[in-house]
């Protein structure tokens, strides 16, 4: 059974240091409550620790397509455990839109249970309520990557 995702949110913070920040990822903890580390292997290879119903993953992300200041996706290496997109749309100077789908596999009872409940899409709002709340505390973001990325 796949899980899929959906939620949005608007900052009050320019386009581009909204996308700069969701770059960082490495900076994913302070504000994806499941999300327990990041590593940036390279620029589209990222090693991540979640926590999930408690248990514990680790594993592989690649950026499939990335453009600075509209999107990033990506999909687990291996076995397919979620697969992503997160867009960005400039709502005027001052304000952006952040529109996150993603789908992933429920392995345990509680993580199934959690999913057909609804809880990991009121978990993906209250992770992005956090990135709005993080980015707009700061009143910039902590860094940025403008590469762009297109795997096949």
């Not at 992503?84 to 009872?109: H, I, K, S």
Request: aromatic share 10%; charged share 30%.
């Amino acid at each position: 059974m796949t899980s899929t995702v959906t939620a949005e949110i608007e900052v009050e913070a320019p386009l581009r240091a909204v996308y700069d920040q969701w770059t960082q990822f490495e900076e994913f903890p302070e504000f994806m409550q499941m999300v327990k580390s990041v590593t940036q292997v390279d620029d589209d290879l990222t090693h991540w620790v979640v926590n999930v119903g408690g248990v514990q993953r680790e594993f592989d992300a690649l950026i499939v397509d990335q453009t600075p200041d509209d999107h990033v996706a990506w999909e687990s290496t291996g076995e397919r455990i979620h697969a992503g997109r997160v867009a960005f749309d400039r709502v005027d100077p001052d304000r952006t839109l952040v529109r996150l789908q993603m789908e992933w596999e429920p392995e345990t009872f509680v993580e199934k249970t959690g999913a057909a409940l609804n809880l990991d899409e009121r978990a993906a709002e209250m992770d992005l309520s956090r990135f709005k709340s993080f980015i707009e505390a700061r009143g910039r973001e902590t860094g940025g990557w403008r590469g762009e990325i297109h795997n096949p």
